[in-house]
């Protein structure tokens, strides 16, 4: 082999040998690269998931918030109906003596006496009624109404109990007499208590007059 062939095949392998690294850093470059867009995919979807979390947290709030509101509005709206539905008791309860005395004013005019010729009568009575029938008008408007009592056992937040009769026959607490009506406002307010006379000597409320083991005799 003569020295300029020798050259020559010495060049051709250095050209090769540059090729090949030009290969390599190449390709070194590339997979830097596709590190390098890993780490920033990496890296937006950290950022994207930290922000999702944020978004979560911040819509947690507003949910929050808007639960919070609206229990507000609604605590405000029941304070404004019990204010409202409250505020005349005071005046109402006044206003249940009227009733009363317009009752106990009709009742005292003798049944012959409505139905007779007396003009004077007859207009005192028209009167009477009218007024008691604008009375109850008014206490419909205001949610006042009378409480059961007759017939019904007695119940300590609406009747106030002044006389006991002895009546085995019908279950204790049993109301046979009211002497005063009783009136509730707002469906659960009780505005006067009914004043009553109820049964004693009798079974629990549920209980048959004859059932046995329910009852002790103590007079013995």
Request: net charge negative; hydrophobic share 30%; aromatic share 4%.
């Amino acid at each position: 082999m003569t020295k300029q062939h020798h050259h020559d095949h010495q060049k051709a392998k250095e050209a090769e040998i540059s090729e090949e690294a030009a290969e390599n850093q190449e390709e070194t470059q590339e997979a830097e690269s596709v590190e390098e867009t890993v780490e920033e995919i990496d890296e937006v979807a950290a950022k994207t998931a930290e922000l999702k979390e944020e978004v979560e947290k911040l819509r947690d709030m507003y949910m929050r918030s808007q639960a919070e509101m609206e229990n507000l509005r609604k605590r405000t709206q029941i304070e404004l109906e019990k204010r409202s539905k409250y505020a005349v008791s005071s005046f109402a309860r006044d206003l249940l003596t009227v009733g009363d005395n317009l009752s106990r004013a009709l009742a005292a005019i003798p049944e012959e006496e409505k139905q007779g010729t007396s003009e004077l009568i007859k207009n005192l009575v028209i009167g009477l009624e009218m007024t008691q029938k604008e009375l109850n008008t008014a206490f419909e408007k205001n949610d006042i109404k009378a409480v059961e009592s007759i017939g019904h056992i007695f119940d300590p937040n609406v009747h106030k109990v002044v006389q006991e009769v002895e009546d085995p026959t019908k279950p204790a607490g049993t109301i046979i007499q009211e002497w005063q009506r009783g009136y509730i406002i707002g469906g659960d307010r009780t505005l006067r208590e009914a004043v009553v006379v109820v049964t004693k000597g009798g079974p629990k409320p549920g209980e048959k007059p004859d059932e046995p083991g329910k009852r002790v005799d103590t007079s013995a």
